[in-house]
């Protein structure tokens, strides 16, 4: 469970997270939607620490709480603990194009977990399967399309076994049919119990959820949809 | 009308031009030139002094000219003859201890001798007592003792009389200044020098520690040089220099300087003879019945052992540069502020200052200072400075601050998004730049570091002040005893230059091509 409490965030005298207050439960797959510019990313980055914050706090499972630093950074050993249990998939992708889609995969499990390459290279074998890239291993980022990156940047963020995946605009960048398959993959990660945040403006996904937040201007409304 | 004046003026003008002689230009090279052309650093405005600017200026009155010093760097002199005297560093004669050879014969007229000089081998005392140094014949192969390193005046008789006599067991080292020899022979840094005795002499009452060992060898003479149809100069000078001899102002200048000495007895004997002798020593292109052999194996031979040099500096440099330049780089985009402006600083100071001057600072000034702190480390490293290990420093100092900045701009060039998808996997901040940022940048800006490479390569010439015998300096040294192949050798080496860089400038394009192709590169 992530509970997030009076979260405050300024860009210059704006602010940007004004006040949100949200609690995300376990095992599901929460949507949080909105108009533009209302915050919604930003409180996503702030949950893994790619966004610092001024006011507030956020508390992540039992033990994990990022307190607000009126905007300096935060401790790093605190955001390493963070990171290794929330991962990311960016609505760019952010696959790192030098590596083959096997290599993006365990790039998490090898550099940041220190497991064996060889160990890591059967996780990933097994995650691209799962999200329907086996033909793939070789392939670099550069020889996929949006969708099959997508995919890669699923299984990369599932390596290091995160117990909630954010999902920032993750199929914003694609073309229908290619945002088709990777909704099919976030399907069935919910239907497996992997809890996820995702923000949104495809409606085909917001209906995937089991509950939907809105944000507007800094703020998290109080209705739960679904 | 209106010309009436000027033509007036020309007439008026002419027999004053006629009456009042040119300048004597005489060509010379006053660095660390003692005792024949030096500052004198008790004089207030500080003037050349030497027995040849006396010299000179005995000679100039003597033709009923003035005396005008021209300098010039010390092997190229003669080459200045070949332009008209009165142009910029334009000479009418060549004045500064040289001597008498074959190869400057052929190209120009040589006057009697002015000076009978000897060869002098000096080193330092404890040198000479560590390395068992006592004589001419410890030069020699000696599988008891180590390889002597011996440093001569480049292009100079000494330096030939070595290549010839000690073609084994020397470690020759030829260096374009008298001073900075003699400097890291007293430094222990260079076994034993081979000077003329007036240097020799010069150095040995004014400096600490030096010692001359055996006795002075092989006399020769020092003449002027003067362009082969000057006979009437030439005349005049050998007139100028006989009466000279007889009415004693020569011996006086050489008393004065401390160079009187039995030899120059000769001196009368010659102005009796014809001139210029017969048996003036060949070059080293004869075999042994004074029959010429073909030069050129021997000098492809030579050449290539230098361009072997020059690759090696640049193989060995090179990839310290890139790592410097990589590490500052780093620095510089990732570090803390503190750290961000010392490095800023010393890319701007190296990138600001010339290479020759940061390779003459490494191999002279800073050992020179560390010996001054006198403590056991740094006086130990000062003295085993080779330049070899001089020249890869300098280079890979010089290059790394282009290579910083070529980093600098292929880590900015990456997306924020690669650092943040590292840091959302859970690694560190070190680990994200070195496994994610840092593989993308170097590989973005191979295409202009593969440049520098090649110009790298170039500047290894740089190296050539500092005793390492590279391309460019054997290319000088070859020339200087085969005047008569000057532009077959210099295109043989700009030849090797173009063709050790050409392969690398291949290597670059292909790499940019592949780089460029959509997949993306590896």
């Known amino acids: 469970m992530i509970q997030i409490t009076n979260l405050v965030k300024y860009h210059g005298a704006h602010r940007v997270l004004d006040g949100a207050t949200a609690t995300f439960r376990a095992g599901e797959l929460t949507a949080l939607v909105g108009p533009s510019g209302g915050g919604k990313s930003t409180l996503l980055r702030c949950i893994n620490g790619l966004e610092t914050f001024h006011e507030g706090q956020i508390q992540i499972g039992d ?49 940041a977990l220190g497991k064996s390459r060889a160990e890591a290279a059967e996780t990933a074998k097994k995650l691209l399967a799962r999200v329907g890239l086996s033909e793939k291993l070789d392939a670099r980022p550069g020889n996929l399309s949006g969708g099959q990156q997508q995919r890669v940047a699923i299984a990369r963020a599932l390596a290091v076994n995160p117990t909630v995946i954010l999902f920032d605009e993750p199929t914003s960048a694609l073309d229908p049919s290619m945002a088709g398959e990777v909704l099919a993959v976030m399907r069935d990660l919910a239907k497996s119990g992997q809890t996820m945040i995702v923000v949104t403006h495809d409606m085909d996904l917001a209906l995937q959820a089991n509950s939907v937040l809105t944000m507007r201007a800094g703020q998290v409304l109080p209705e739960r949809l679904a | 009308m209106r010309r009436l004046p000027v033509i007036l003026l020309l007439f008026a003008a002419l027999p004053a031009q006629a009456q009042e002689k040119k300048p004597l230009r005489w060509g010379t090279d006053p660095t660390g030139g003692a005792p024949y052309i030096y500052v004198d650093d008790k004089s207030p405005d500080k003037k050349y002094i030497g027995f040849e600017v006396e010299l000179a200026e005995y000679l100039a009155k003597k033709l009923g000219r003035d005396s005008a010093m021209v300098d010039g760097d010390w092997a190229n002199l003669p080459k200045q003859l070949d332009k008209p005297a009165d142009v910029e560093k334009g000479l009418d004669i060549v004045l500064n201890g040289y001597e008498l050879r074959k190869d400057l014969l052929a190209e120009y007229a040589a006057t009697r001798p002015y000076y009978v000089y000897r060869l002098v081998l000096i080193s330092n005392q404890e040198t000479a007592k560590d390395k068992e140094l006592r004589g001419w014949a410890d030069l020699f192969p000696n599988p008891a003792t180590p390889v002597k390193t011996v440093g001569v ?53 004014n400096e600490k520690g030096l010692v001359a060992i055996g006795e002075p060898v092989k006399p020769g003479f020092y003449v002027i040089y003067y362009r082969k149809d000057d006979k009437e100069l030439g005349a005049a000078l050998d007139k100028a220099i006989a009466e000279g001899l007889r009415d004693g102002t020569l011996p006086k200048i050489y008393k004065k300087y401390g160079l009187w000495n039995e030899d120059q007895e000769r001196l009368w004997y010659w102005l009796e003879q014809p001139w210029p002798p017969e048996d003036v020593e060949e070059d080293e292109d004869v075999d042994d019945d004074g029959q010429a052999v073909n030069p050129w194996p021997r000098l492809f031979r ?85 330049p070899f290990v001089a020249g890869v420093l300098g280079l890979a100092l010089n290059y790394s601050a282009y290579e910083a900045e070529n980093y600098r701009a292929g880590l900015l060039a990456i997306p924020k998004g690669q650092m943040e998808a590292a840091l959302a996997l859970g690694m560190t901040r070190a680990t994200s730049i070195r496994r994610i940022v840092v593989p993308q940048a170097v590989r973005l800006v191979i295409p202009p570091v593969t440049n520098d490479f090649i110009a790298l390569f170039k500047d290894t010439s740089a190296c050539s002040i500092i005793l390492v015998v590279e391309l460019t300096r054997k290319y000088n040294e070859l020339y200087n005893f085969n005047r008569s192949l000057i532009v077959e050798l210099a295109f043989v080496t700009a030849g090797l230059y173009l063709l050790m860089s050409y392969p690398l400038s291949i290597v670059a394009n292909r790499l940019e091509r592949r780089l460029n192709a959509p997949t993306g590169g590896r």
């Open chain 1, 63 to 111: 033990d994990l709480v990022l307190m607000g630093t009126g905007g300096k950074p935060f401790d790093p050993r605190m955001l390493l603990s963070i990171r290794r249990k929330v991962g990311m998939v960016f609505q760019q992708f952010n696959l790192f194009p030098h590596m083959s889609a096997q290599e993006n995969v365990m790039a998490g499990p090898v550099h």
């Open chain 2, 153 to 205: 005046l480049g292009g100079s008789a000494a330096y030939k009389h070595m290549k010839k006599t000690y073609p084994e067991g020397v470690n020759l080292q030829s260096n374009p200044d008298v001073a900075n020899v003699f400097k890291l022979v007293q430094d222990r840094r260079m076994d034993a020098t081979v000077q003329d005795n007036p240097a020799a002499s010069y150095f040995l009452k």
């Open chain 2, 302 to 386: 030579e050449l290539l052992g230098a361009a072997g040099i020059t690759v090696l500096l640049a193989v060995v440099s090179f990839p310290l540069a890139m790592l410097v330049g990589l590490l500052v780089a780093v620095g510089r985009v990732y570090g803390p502020f503190w750290l961000g402006v010392p490095l800023g600083i010393y890319v701007e100071v190296i990138r600001g200052t010339p290479l020759l001057l940061q390779l003459f600072m490494i191999y002279y000034l800073i050992p020179e200072l560390m010996f001054q702190t006198e403590f056991g480390a740094f006086v130990w490293l000062a003295q085993n400075l080779t």
